[in-house]
């Protein structure tokens, strides 16, 4: 009898892993759920449909529902939540609104995402807080926004509160948390002529990234009338049953809405009631094959931890390529070829308007001593372009090293947007992944011509500097 693959879970790990079983081997029987009506979407564009830049939700899926039962033979069942995992028969139970069905399996994949996280802020569950984790609440937003624009404040008739500080806008609006995705929602609202109110725990935005490049944003995002607060501890949001204020420690500012962008969490629930193992992050627990400590049963994407390349630690980093390349390697390990998805950089990008930034592997100091590195760091700052070249711009350079070995372990660059520090950030994560030392990177035979860079491009400049300094 055919073999059945079940994977709970459609979208870029899910439909990944349904798609590459199915190529593998079109006699796989492969049965998808997916408890929600999207599949196959892109979350990361979220911000850009609210921005405007992308008209419709539909620009953001892939492949369609009914493409992937006609023309890859894949039998998806939107609308149906799986509640239940049975190792013992086997069985997956999934319910939708006409009832529960018990789906045996041969292999099983758990590819259920992440949630957006609702910190315990007082106030959170008024009207007017959004968070920012799936197809509904980009819809929902956008329609916010749509509202918002339609009518200046003032001229609504139960407005909320008016702009203080800018001249003309949709009304004051606060997001919590300066991670990457608040920072990109502060790009769209502000398109959209939002007053933005930006607060951020710590003392610097994108905590993940260096210094410098978080100082690099956090002032372009000022240079764009964003308020940035640092150090703002979020303890209240106010208001009788609508938002009306986000209160810190040190300041009342008035707000008509509120994004809580305070990352993610995995969701695991299923898996953890079926006793499948979570790891030291609190995601699930997989080997390198993605298999969870229940044979046949595989975990992949943002709701599972992977290992990190620098530190062979488990690590939680739930970014959309990961997914893809994880679920893949699941398809084809279900069909007979057993095959790694490889381990996670920590690579990111982000754009703030006219800046553009990117990070990879290991830049925290404790977090390398951790893992028996002697790290040190330096910064640089170098032409984007020939110094002769009518364009260009400056392109910063923070890399860290390991004293004694000159091992590479980690960069985070940023430049204006168009100036290269996401694509210059390829070059360290091949660095990174493949473990080599500053002297190996500084003789990197990269491409060079007057209009992409100078002849040592920035990050080779930057591996020289520290080079010299070990
Ligand atoms: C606003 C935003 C911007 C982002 N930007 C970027 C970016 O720029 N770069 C980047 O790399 N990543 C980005 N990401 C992250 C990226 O979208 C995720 O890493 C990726 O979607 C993870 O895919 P996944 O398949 O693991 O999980 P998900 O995309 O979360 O999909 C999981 C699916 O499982 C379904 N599900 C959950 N439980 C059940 C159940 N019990 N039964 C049935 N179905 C279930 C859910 O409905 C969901 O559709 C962004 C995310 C967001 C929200």
Not at 33 to 57: D, H, M, N, R
Not at 168 to 185: A, D, K, L, N
Request: glycine content about 12%; overall charge negative.
């Amino acid at each position: 009898m055919d073999e059945t693959f079940v994977v709970i879970g459609g979208d870029a790990a899910g439909m990944s892993a349904a798609s590459k079983a199915k190529r593998g081997n079109p006699e796989i029987n492969v049965v998808v759920f997916e408890k929600g009506e999207w599949v196959s979407y892109g979350a990361c564009g979220l911000p850009y449909y609210i921005k405007g830049e992308i008209q419709t939700l539909e620009e953001l899926v892939s492949v369609t529902p009914e493409q992937f039962r006609n023309e890859r033979d894949i039998d998806l069942r939107t609308g149906h939540e799986v509640v239940a995992i049975d190792p013992e028969s086997e069985t997956v139970t999934a319910q939708n609104e006409s009832g529960e069905t018990v789906q045996p399996y041969d292999h099983l994949l758990i590819s259920t995402g992440a949630e957006a996280v609702v910190p315990p802020i007082e106030g959170a569950d008024k009207e007017g807080v959004y968070t920012l984790g799936s197809m509904t609440d980009g819809k929902e937003l956008r329609e916010f926004v749509a509202r918002s624009r339609e009518s200046s404040p003032s001229e609504q008739p139960d407005s909320g509160p008016a702009c203080q500080y800018l001249e003309s806008c949709s009304g004051p609006v606060g997001i919590v948390g300066g991670g990457y995705i608040g920072v990109e929602m502060a790009e769209a609202l502000a398109a959209n002529e939002f007053e933005v109110h930006l607060f951020q725990r710590g003392d610097r935005v994108l905590k993940g990234f260096s210094g410098a490049t978080s100082e690099a944003v956090a002032d372009h995002l000022k240079e764009q009338s964003v308020f940035v607060y640092l150090n703002a501890e979020v303890n209240e949001i106010s208001g009788d049953s609508v938002v009306e204020s986000i209160l810190t420690d040190e300041q009342e500012v008035p707000v008509e809405m509120v994004l809580l962008g305070t990352g993610v969490s995995p969701r695991t629930d299923v898996a953890e009631n079926a006793g499948i193992e979570l790891g030291p992050t609190g995601a699930i627990a997989t080997d390198t094959y993605r298999e969870t400590n229940v044979s046949a049963v595989y975990a992949a994407g943002d709701c599972a931890e992977s290992e990190h390349v620098v530190t062979g630690q488990p690590a939680y980093v739930p970014l959309a390529l990961t997914a893809n390349r994880h679920g893949r390697a699941v398809g084809q390990t279900v069909v007979g070829t057993p095959t790694e998805g490889g381990g996670v950089a920590g690579t990111a990008a982000v754009k703030a308007f006219d800046v553009e930034a990117a990070r990879t592997g290991i830049l925290d100091h404790k977090e390398a001593r951790d893992a028996g590195f002697d790290p040190i760091t330096e910064t640089i700052e170098a032409k984007s372009r020939a110094g002769y070249y009518p364009e260009g711009g400056t392109v910063c350079v923070t890399m860290t090293a390991d004293r004694e070995s000159g091992q590479v372990l980690g960069g985070s660059l940023v430049s204006e947007y168009g100036e290269g520090a996401v694509h210059r950030s390829h070059a360290l994560v091949g660095a990174v992944t493949e473990g080599i030392t500053l002297a190996e990177l500084s003789n990197y035979d990269l491409a060079y011509a007057p209009p992409f860079n100078t002849t040592w491009d920035p990050t080779l400049t930057a591996a020289k500097v520290l080079g010299g300094k070990l």
